[in-house]
């Protein structure tokens, strides 16, 4: 699976320098030409593209021996399967438990955390999805502490995004809380797609780490995240069914054999 994420991604890749991108003049801030047009030729009409936070030597935030890298992969492989039985095509940037540093040979720079995050950035910004979620878990030195937090860009698409899923989330955890602008987080100042940071719960919250651990209670999130990103999609007119995401690995199983 991973030799087939790469397979993609260097796809994708290909197609950005085959095809000279014309980008649309940006505007004034928090409007949704902030969004310069890139197009890539190979992957495109994407709905929703699934951030897979940290991975590999980069464990994030942990409670014990339970690993906010692990909770994320587990996530997203549920959230990608809710959105495809919607007729949404998503794609995941990580399908095992490995670095994304380790795929980026563009960035000369020394800094392992910052390689990490422009690749991600980069095949955002590549593939343009109409979405970008980044799903992440939280950690406070108050056990008490917690519930969701979505984290949006300074754009309107961004804050409605994170509203949307913010409100769902709201719902199934009975809290209250507002989407925050998240300014200084790299990968929502450099992705140029309306993109979110989902902050999925507290893992130092008992309650939380149930609700991200717990089989029933991870499908009850994802659906919610589902919800959140599917009334945006409405809102915007995007929500149009369509062929099953897996006609795009099964695309590319077919362009391998060429190769």
Sequence with gaps: MRRMTKFMLSIVLIGSLLFYPVPHTATAKKTDASYPFIKNPIVSDIDVLIDVGHGGVDSGTLHGNILEKDINLKMAQITYKLLKEKGLTAMVNRLDDYALSEENRWL??????????????????EIRPKAMISLHVNWSGKSSKRGPLVLFQNTDSSKQLAEHIQRSLNELYGTSTEAVYGKPYYLLKHVKVPAVIVEMGFISNQADRDQMMQPEKQKQLAEAIVKGVSAYLESTGSMKKKESSGSYFRYFNKLRKLF
């Design 108 to 125: 000369r720079i020394r800094s392992r955390h910052l390689k990490d995050l422009a690749q991600r950035s980069h095949l955002a910004n």
